[in-house]
Structures are given as C-alpha cells and as structure tokens.
C-alpha cells in the first residue's frame, strides 16, 4: 500500500509563510498528478491547487499568486509554499496523489491525514 506523510502546517500571523511538505511512500510505481486540499470548519473539502505529473499546474483564485504548488519526484515529496496568508486561509490541509502500482495499471487515489493550518489576525 501507500503512505502519504504530511508536515508543515501550524500557526502563523496574518501575513506569513508557511509550507507544507507530502511525501509518499509504499507500492509506487508512479505518482501522476497531486493536489493539494483544504476543509474548512462547516464548509466542504476545496481544491487548492493541483500539479500533474509533467509539472502542469493550477490554482483556485482566491490563492493565485500567493500559493505555489511544485514536486520532488526524486524524494516523491510535493510541497505547497504559502506566502501572504490571510484568516481565511484556515483550515486542515491535505494532500492527494494519484498512484500507478505498476506499469499501465490502473490509478488510485491516496489521502494525507491532514495537516492544521491557522492564520491569526
């Protein structure tokens, strides 16, 4: 099976930095595409911003230019750097990959646990 290992969340003043570290472990043939999540209290799980396996990427608008997604397919580690962060960025990160056990297999998705992210104002 795979094991995805998050680190990095935590406080931080409005207006700081922090970044989040996912690194995976187990079964891997290949990580395809990552994406990086977040639930806030009473509000549905989100896409925050999503890296391919060619290094592709996306972001949700409210984090553009303050979010950067990349990957470190050597350390099979993907990371998420917050810059500029706000109140409203509070929330459980998590991470998901998309895995291929073997080549030409089929894709599954794997789950971090979750990392606590809050920002005070």
């Known amino acids: 099976q795979v094991q995805l290992v998050e680190s990095g969340g935590g406080l931080v003043q409005a207006g700081g930095s922090l970044r989040l570290s996912c690194t995976a472990s187990?079964?891997?043939?290949?990580?395809?595409?990552m994406g990086w999540y977040r639930q806030a209290p009473g509000k549905q799980r989100e896409l925050v911003a999503g890296i391919t396996s060619g290094g592709s990427t996306n972001y949700t608008d409210s984090v553009k230019g303050r979010f950067t997604i990349s990957r470190d397919n050597a350390k099979s580690t993907f990371y998420l750097q917050m810059n500029s962060l706000t109140p409203e960025d509070t929330a459980v990160y998590y991470c998901?990959?998309?895995?291929?056990?073997?080549?030409?297999?089929?894709?599954?998705?794997?789950w971090g646990q979750g990392t606590q992210v809050t920002v005070s104002s």
């Open positions: 187990g079964s891997i043939f290949r990580i395809n595409a």
């Open positions: 998901k990959t998309e895995i291929s056990h073997r080549r030409l297999g089929p894709r599954y998705d794997y």
